[in-house]
């Protein structure tokens, strides 16, 4: 891969205090007008401060470019980085630095890249600190863990990791299914990647509190407790990312359909949150069948359930923006410990069915889920001939695929 130019890093930085390592911490959004609020907040801080964008071939009908990829239509599929830092705070003259995506995939691409900038920062500049404002859109929980395992054993440390959204349009992203578009063939929604966001960040950066009280409790209600949220741009955002350093294990288990929680939060605007959990299997027909009435409409959902017909299998359930998605995440015994309490611990690889729903409003909805999933369940009477469902077929063979 191109070395990384040395103009793009002889930059002004800072020392921290922390451990003489230099600090990298990341800042996401899916809306990149944030990512250009939170560039503005950050100038003339102790911090070199990096914009990475995404350009694409047109030819691969990528939409279009980021701030940063200021390039031609020829110029193939690029990771763009741009640095408004200097010693007076906002520089109107950036300087930008275009690398050619060394993988097909993006994601991996802008790892390498971040990877070889950090090194880079770390040698010119060992106690200080860089912040990357990913590309809109990127999912912090398929960049991190590879990033902090490629970054260990070097002279940088990978600080805290930060999710911003705004709670003047937490529910219409959220709640209502809104594409993205971010790179060819993107197919995902808005809500998707907020959910995921949100569970895995360090640091919840919400903007707009004051101005839709219900979005901030819907943010509330998606905030890992041991998240810290930040109120908005006057929050000390720099010192609390510096301040932490990220635990991608811990991060994940946030996130894994069988280890997540209901985290709740204020109910004074309607938000609530369902904590659905069970012992029992659901049962595949009935589960066919009610599927539309345990989706719901309007609401966000994650968890876990199994199947009689596939003991072994951590099946996936999510709803967000307004679309269902059903998959499997692996084998029960391999489920993370989840680093809560000891019951938690206990229980993350023992079969169940745990959905943790989250909506506003609508306390129709809300009881038409609680009773879906009660109807859904395998009945006492019925796991007395549970072991006739392995090896049969469930009619489910087109969500998870036939099982062997």
């Known amino acids: 891969m ?9 930059l002004p930085g800072t020392r921290t205090d922390a451990d003489g390592r230099h600090a990298l911490s990341l800042i996401g959004a899916v809306d990149p007008a944030l990512l250009d609020l939170v560039d503005l907040s950050l100038a003339g801080q102790d911090a070199v401060v990096i914009r990475a964008g995404f350009h ?58 971040l990877v070889a900038v950090a090194e880079d920062r770390a040698a010119q500049d060992p106690g200080g600190t860089t912040v990357i404002l990913l590309p809109a859109a990127v999912e912090l929980a398929h960049l991190l863990p590879r990033l902090a395992e490629d970054l260990a054993g070097t002279g940088v440390r990978l600080a805290g990791a930060a ?49 839709d009280p219900a979005g901030a409790d819907l943010i509330e209600h998606l905030r890992p407790h041991d998240a810290l949220l930040l109120p908005g741009l006057d929050a000390p955002l720099l ?55 345990l989706a719901g409409q309007g609401l966000c959902a994650r968890g876990c359930f199994w199947l009689p017909s596939r003991p072994g299998r951590v099946c996936t359930w999510e709803v967000a923006g307004g679309a269902l998605s059903v998959g499997d995440a692996g084998t029960w015994a391999d489920v993370p410990v989840a680093p809560a309490d000891g019951t938690a611990a206990r229980a993350s690889g023992e079969p169940r069915c745990h959905l943790v ?35 049969a077929d469930d009619g489910l063979g087109d969500w998870f695929g036939q099982e062997e």
């Open 56 to 113: 694409f071939d047109e030819e691969d009908g990528g939409d279009e470019d980021e701030e940063g990829c200021d390039v031609g239509d020829d110029s193939g599929d690029l990771v763009c980085l741009v640095s408004h830092s200097s010693a007076d705070g906002f520089d109107d003259d950036p300087v930008r630095l275009d690398v050619p995506m060394p993988f097909t995939c993006p994601t991996c691409s802008l790892r390498e890249v």
């Open 239 to 293: 010192e609390t990312l510096t301040g932490l350093s990220h635990d991608a294990s811990a991060s994940l288990s946030r996130i894994h359909p069988a280890t997540t929680s209901a985290w709740g939060g204020p109910d004074d605007h309607g938000v609530w949150t369902l904590d659905l959990s069970a012992a029992l299997p659901f049962h595949p027909g009935r589960l066919r069948a009610l599927v539309v009435d």
């Open 163 to 211: 999710h911003v959204l705004d709670a003047t349009t937490a529910l219409d992203e959220l709640l209502e299914h809104r594409l993205l578009a971010a790179f060819p063939g993107d197919c995902r929604c808005t809500g998707a990647v907020h959910l995921a966001n949100l569970g895995y960040a360090d640091v919840v950066l919400a903007l707009g509190r004051d101005e």
């Open 2 to 10: 191109t070395d990384p130019s040395d103009d793009l890093f002889a």
């Open 357 to 391: 729903v989250t909506g506003i409003g609508d306390e129709r909805m809300r009881e038409q889920v609680r009773r879906a999933f009660g109807r859904i369940l395998l009945r006492p009477e019925e796991m007395a001939q549970a072991l006739a469902w392995i090896g």
